[in-house]
């Protein structure tokens, strides 16, 4: 089988690396340049959409970012997975909201602003706090403001409105401010069958709108209450592949923040920690082959290598630390790659990522540090 990746980052990369054990071939559309790239190395293979598409069995995407004419195309192929309609639910918060609450799953209260009248009025629906999200182009919370007193309504309508006028069809999205107490994703895949398979929910931590440390964790009543979700979300869309939902937790009721309609940063540590990692379930699901198992092998954590280019060796030296770089220029603030520690229990996976602050810069991977100061505490 030839899959074809919308968008050649890191995610088609990984699905790369996972499905070359089962022949499953893949390559990569760069939407920017229309250069179509080999995943791993960046060479160029060719070009154009067209000829992308022909030379593929089907076509998957590594974001949801993509602009409408491209999914259409894909989507006239008939070969796009896992739909564009779970693609554009992605990428444009709106049609996201409308999604959740079609499949009836509990979110955050919002209203759509598009003028300051409405914002008024979502003022007075949504209430103070409020969060405010473009509906278009956000992500690691970029795009966001917070509305915490009506002194600040001015100020912040003014950046908005220049938001707003920035690109067609632009809108921002207010929602209540949810006081959680932690957050957590389910990341899961769907088969062309209807099965359904889906991996321990995993705990986030963020650091500056960024997932720095992301690590799995065993909690029944959470887990049932996600996966009813997932399913509801998944069939409503008829989805084929791996779908990843972000959640708060507020005193143990899950309230859904947003969906991913691809293989998640909160899923790496499926790499070594599942049975089957997210990509190769993500291959199998949208090739028509039975899903694999997302059982827990070994607890495991995963850290974001966040604007470093390099790391001590002696972590290579350390008991179940597994390296994965991604072959990006560094830039600051950049996902340069990520560590997968586990241990066979969850003691030792946490002695292990306090044996990792030790060698880990503070300043780079200020989560890892305060997790050792939480355990040793
Ligand atoms: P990413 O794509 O990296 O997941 P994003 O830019 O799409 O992020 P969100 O996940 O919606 O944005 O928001 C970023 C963070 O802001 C959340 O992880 C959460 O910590 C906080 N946040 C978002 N919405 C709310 C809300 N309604 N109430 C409280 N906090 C919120
Ligand atoms: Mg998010």
Known sequence: ??????????????????????????????????????????????????????????????????????????????????????????????????????????????????????????????????????????????????????????????????????????????????????????????????????????????TDGVLSLSSAIADQALQDQALQMFTAIAESLDYVGVLALEFFDVDGALLVNEIAPRVHNSGHWTQQGAEICQFENHLRAVCGLPLGSTKLVRETSMINILGEDSLPNEILEMAGCHIHWYGKEKRAGRKMGHINVCGDYRGELQKRLCALAKVLDQRAFPAVHDFAKSFSN
């Open 1 to 206: 089988m030839h899959v074809l990746v919308l968008g050649s980052g890191q995610l088609a990369r990984m699905m790369s690396l996972a499905g070359a054990p089962l022949n499953i071939k893949i390559s990569a559309y760069d939407i920017g340049s229309g250069n179509i790239v080999h995943p791993l190395t960046q060479t160029v293979l060719g070009r154009g959409l067209g000829s992308a598409i022909a030379q593929a069995d089907v076509v998957t995407a590594e974001f949801e970012h993509i602009p409408h004419d491209i999914l259409d195309t894909c989507q006239q192929s008939g070969k796009f997975l896992p739909s564009t309609d779970a693609i554009k639910a992605g990428g444009d918060r709106r049609i996201e909201k409308a999604l959740l609450d079609k499949a009836k799953v509990r979110n955050a209260n919002y209203a759509v602003i598009n003028t300051r009248e409405d914002f008024e009025l979502a003022v007075e629906k949504v209430g103070i706090p409020m969060v405010l999200k473009s509906a278009l182009g956000g992500y690691d919370g970029k795009g966001q403001w917070r509305l915490k007193n009506t002194a600040d309504i001015a100020t912040i309508w003014q950046e908005m409105s220049e938001c707003l006028t920035s690109s067609d069809n632009q809108a921002i999205v207010a929602e209540e401010f949810v006081p959680f107490q932690r957050e957590v994703s389910l990341v899961g895949a769907r088969g062309k069958d209807g099965s359904i398979a889906v991996y321990p929910l995993a705990e986030n931590v963020h």
